[in-house]
């Protein structure tokens, strides 16, 4: 149980374009979920913490307007990377909370930008 | 806010031998302390965790031990096999509810 299936796992796009990645939590709510990007051989960065029914609370140094950040259910939160450039290329990975039983983390989606 | 530190940053262990990573916290608020392994290209998988109320934790050859007063956990895996080999990341938040602030992560290799 507690699984968080995140979608795309990997995508390439062109600069310019913008990029959308999903996580779903498939069999518990998630009112909170926490986005983290990842640079090769780098720890887990976290970029953004997403309250369903709210705006989401950014860290510092990370763009909102870059970075959208949706979480309209219980079940699903969106990042979607606006004009993405190559410094964008990573590994995007959310996380949810599961409460007193802790997180749960999604697959990752792996970011190219060409 | 909280601020995580990991060391060493690359550990070489023989099969067999014990290995030991240590974390230190700068936010005293922070109760939950969760260790993660990953894998290359992989999500980060959770290995143990302990909370502030709790000194020492053991699962089976890891353990984890927590000085609240140093601000301070570590992890021990013993009898180390060549399938521990991985990246290990410690991690800290005031909550279980909240964010989670990760160390730097150590990259372990038992040689066979």
């Known amino acids: 149980g507690a699984v968080v299936s995140q979608h795309p796992s990997w995508v390439i796009c062109k600069s310019g374009t913008s990029v959308k990645i999903e996580c779903r939590s498939l069999?518990?709510?998630?009112?909170?979920m926490f986005w983290y990007r990842q640079f090769p051989k780098q720890s887990l960065m976290l970029m953004a913490t997403?309250?369903?029914?709210?705006?989401?609370?950014?860290e510092q140094g990370v763009e909102k307007d870059k970075f959208l950040i949706n979480h309209a259910s219980l079940t699903l939160s969106t990042l979607t990377v606006t004009s993405a450039h190559p410094e964008d290329s990573s590994f995007y990975i959310c996380?949810?909370?599961?409460?007193?039983?802790?997180?749960?983390f999604g697959s990752g989606t792996r970011l190219t930008v060409v | 806010g909280e601020n995580v530190e990991q060391h060493p940053s690359t550990l070489s262990v023989q099969e067999g031998d014990s290995a030991v990573i240590k974390c230190t916290y700068s936010?005293?608020?922070?109760?939950?302390f969760p260790w993660y392994k990953q894998e290359l290209g992989k999500r980060p998988q959770l290995i143990i965790d302990?909370?502030?109320?709790?000194g020492e934790k053991k699962d089976q050859r890891i353990a984890v031990t927590l000085n609240k007063t140093a601000k301070h956990f570590s992890l021990h895996i013993t009898e180390t096999q060549p399938e521990d080999s991985a990246v290990y990341f410690c991690?800290?938040?005031?909550?279980?509810?909240?964010?989670?602030?990760f160390g730097s992560g150590t990259r372990l290799l038992v040689r066979p």
């Open positions: 996380s949810a909370d599961r409460e007193v039983r802790g997180y749960t």
């Open positions: 069999d518990f709510q998630a009112t909170t």
């Open positions: 997403s309250n369903e029914g709210s705006k989401a609370t950014y």
């Open positions: 936010d005293s608020a922070s109760n939950y």
């Open positions: 302990i909370r502030s109320n709790v």
């Open positions: 991690a800290a938040s005031m909550d279980s509810s909240y964010k989670l602030i």
